[in-house]
């Protein structure tokens, strides 16, 4: 007896308003398509596949590394799973791994929840909301953490998108059509890593190829690195600026709430996941916070905290 089945990623929920249309997936209420006047924004995937490079991920509690796995808070100190065995490192939370609860659904726009499990690792007690929706200016995502415990709860966040360099090759192609691109990010400050890609310090990104406020090109930048010091403008937000050699410009907005950002092309990675772009990350966060400290979120008892990310295209020819 054969079986219908749903796609692997889960239920596929689909928006669109005026020249924007998004898929938003059951799995980790990642999001899997951005298009504008039916160009992809981001890099998509195949909903039946592994997920092959964290396109789309909401990256939570947590985003990006903590080293060994381990942290301590409130005194206490877990141990998290360990995603990448070569560097002994926990990677980009776990809400990716579930499926999410779907709250609402209309034709522009969408919101899912997962409540965090009850396991060793993380044995706090939140709801996480995450909210799409699309209008003239855009896709807009917030997203809310709420502690339904009796006791304070870590919290850093974090997306993963691959913005698409608007070519779809594969391999060392991807590399030249990367270069073609140019990338714009007000942050004075380059997070210094060990070989580990853990952070041990900062430097200004003054005379580096760091320095990324004069809208240089990818050309010649393997990036797999974070920025913090970021420049807010009058409205509160911080935002990168990313240039294709078609003439479609995306703007990926952050709210005030956003302090760092991470970078990263993909150089070296297999081709089999590599994506056709480069992945440009809004953090409030950026990696081992749960083990540093550092702009880690103490979500109080019955209190929330919110973050808002925004996407939006314009043509410049």
């Not at 998004?22 to 951005?34: K, Q, S």
């Not at 070519?167 to 070989?195: P, Y």
């Not at 797999?224 to 911080?238: F, K, N, P, Q």
Request: with cysteine; proline share 6%.
């Amino acid at each position: 007896m054969s079986k219908i089945f749903k796609p692997r990623t889960g239920n596929q929920y689909s928006i669109s308003f005026g020249d924007y249309s998004a898929v938003v997936t059951e799995l980790g209420a990642n999001l899997r398509t951005l298009q504008w006047k039916g160009k992809d924004l981001i890099a998509s995937f195949d909903p039946n596949e592994t997920v092959p490079c964290c396109n789309g991920y909401v990256l939570v509690p947590y985003p990006n590394r903590v080293e060994d796995g381990q942290y301590t808070f409130e005194g206490k100190t877990y141990q998290l799973p360990i995603d990448e065995v070569e560097r002994n490192t926990s990677l980009h939370g776990f809400g990716y791994r579930y499926f999410w609860k779907l709250e609402s659904l209309t034709e522009s726009s969408v919101e899912l929840s997962w409540r965090a499990p009850a396991i060793p690792s993380y044995p706090f007690d939140i709801t996480v909301f995450v909210h799409y929706e699309l209008s003239d200016d855009g896709l807009s995502q917030s997203v809310t953490v709420f502690n339904n415990d009796e006791k304070p709860a870590p919290w850093a966040f974090g997306i993963h998108p691959w913005l698409s360099n608007g070519k779809h090759n594969t391999g060392d192609a991807i590399e030249e059509d990367n270069a073609a691109c140019h990338l714009e990010l007000h942050a004075s400050k380059h997070v210094t890593v060990n070989d580990r890609l853990i952070p041990n310090g900062t430097e200004d990104v003054t005379g580096t190829k760091y320095d990324l406020t004069t809208n240089p090109s990818m050309e010649g930048k393997g990036f797999d690195d974070a920025w913090t010091g970021v420049e807010y403008i009058g409205d509160g937000s911080t935002t990168a600026v990313f240039t294709r050699p078609d003439g479609i410009q995306v703007r990926l907005s952050g709210d005030n709430t956003v302090n760092a950002w991470q970078v990263c092309t993909g150089t070296g990675f297999p081709e089999e996941i590599r994506p056709a772009g480069v992945a440009v990350e809004p953090m409030t966060a950026y990696a081992n916070a749960f083990r540093t400290g550092k702009n880690l979120e103490r979500v109080e008892p019955g209190e929330s905290f919110s973050t808002t990310v925004r996407y939006s295209a314009r043509s410049i020819d």
